[in-house]
């Protein structure tokens, strides 16, 4: 079935169902379509085009444009909130990291440079500079806690 917005000759518009559009066709050149107003049968198609989903009910015409747009808006929305968090997280570790790094490279310098002074101040040479740098090196787990 197809509806037809239909108009006659003195302006009146009204509507119509057909089988399909050779249906109306026939039937208005034949005259046997008419208007309902004033029963003449000079009627022509109204320039609007034929409304076939006129008249479906709510349910089946689901969300609109905007709520849809607004569903996917939310979730890009979500997806850029998770990955900004994800981010944030990796640039912590990162720094802490970086920070960890640091703490152990000052404390290695320290105490290589220590061992160095005590061995430049106290002339050691040989067997004794290397004790004291293997006690330098033997102490550093400890000095890193
Ligand atoms: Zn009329």
């Not at 849809?68 to 990291?97: F, H, M, S, T």
């Not at 703490?103 to 320290?110: E, K």
């Amino acid at each position: 079935m197809i509806l037809y917005e239909l108009k006659c000759h003195r302006g009146h518009a009204f509507e119509a169902w057909f089988l399909n559009g050779a249906t109306y066709d026939s039937q208005q050149a034949s005259g046997d379509v008419s208007c309902p107003h004033c029963g003449t049968t000079g009627v022509s198609k109204a320039p609007m085009a034929p409304n076939i989903a006129r008249g479906r009910p709510h349910s089946l015409q689901g969300p609109g444009p905007d709520f849809r747009a607004q569903e996917v808006a939310e979730k890009i929305r979500d997806a850029v909130d998770g990955l900004r968090q994800e981010i944030e997280e990796n640039c912590a570790y990162a720094r802490a990291e970086s920070a960890a790094i640091q703490q152990v490279r000052d404390h290695a310098v320290t105490l290589a440079m220590a061992a160095t002074a005590k061995i430049l101040e106290e002339k050691l040479t040989g067997a004794a500079g290397d004790a004291l740098i293997d006690n330098a090196i033997g102490a550093l787990p400890d000095r890193l806690h």
